[in-house]
């Protein structure tokens, strides 16, 4: 006879490392569900991407949280796909910042947007970076908010003009120096950069308030439209001169206005 949930919760947990792999697959999923943390820790990697996806949808949230890094990224995607969105969103940070990027490719954007802003603001650039257009078209403002400026420099370009409307706003709200974007905006890549992202007539482009450089001049010539310059919300005196003829006949008085304060 089959050992009970209760029998197989008395192993040792130790023992349970020892389980081939079929002797393992021969679990059911309440037995498996049955397993203490202490047996859970004790999975090789090998045994946990052999699970079935009836036996990953099982385990609860104790049981996922107390893998390891190896044991986590163990998980194969399609595994990933059968634990339900409320055990996925139920992870711990500690859990959550140790999946692969691929793993967070695979999470639903249902999870992807109803991740805390504890859970989200431990996520690495890396995995920030993977994150797909529609994961992407679901992040909030305070996810957004949640960041750190050396996170946000993770955001493409494109994944910026896939943010809803208002998170885009929301973070082209930001100055530079706090939506991190200066650090890797220079030269011609703050061009493109401020191109693809100020797709909205209302969004509010913040160039450096000392920028008069030869950057600004090349970025300003090459590759801003008549929209772009009147999302400017700052421009101080020395950047004037850079402006063609027909660019000044866009700016706007409040820009004009801002020039007594820089």
Known sequence: PSLSSTQVAALPSTYINSLSISQLTALSTSQFKGL????????????????TT????GLST???????????????????????????????????SK???AQIVALPTTVISGLSTAQFSVMSTSQLASLT?????????????????????????????????GVKKQLLSLTLAETGLNATLTGNSTAVNI???????????RFPATDASADFKTTITNFLTDKDIKGIQFLNAAQIPVLSPVQITVVSLSQIKTLNNT
């Not at 202490?38 to 699970?51: D, E, G, H, R, V």
């Not at 009836?54 to 949808?57: F, G, K, L, R």
């Not at 529609?134 to 943010?163: E, G, H, P, V, W």
């Open 195 to 205: 191109q693809k992202i100020n797709t909205d007539s209302n969004a509010v482009v």
């Open 133 to 165: 257009s529609s994961q992407i078209a679901k992040l909030s403002a305070n996810q957004l908010l949640a960041l750190s400026a050396d996170q946000r420099t993770a955001f493409s370009t494109d994944q910026i003009s896939n943010m809803q409307s």
């Open 36 to 51: 203490t943390t202490a047996q859970t820790s004790n999975l090789s990697s090998s045994q946990i991407a052999a699970l």
């Open 99 to 101: 999946l692969t990027t």
């Open 62 to 96: 104790a049981q996922l949280n107390i893998l390891s890094q190896s044991q986590l990224q163990a998980i194969t995607t399609a595994q990933l796909s059968a634990i339900s969105s409320s055990n996925l969103l139920s992870l711990s940070t500690s859990a959550l």
């Open 54 to 57: 009836a036996v990953i949808s």
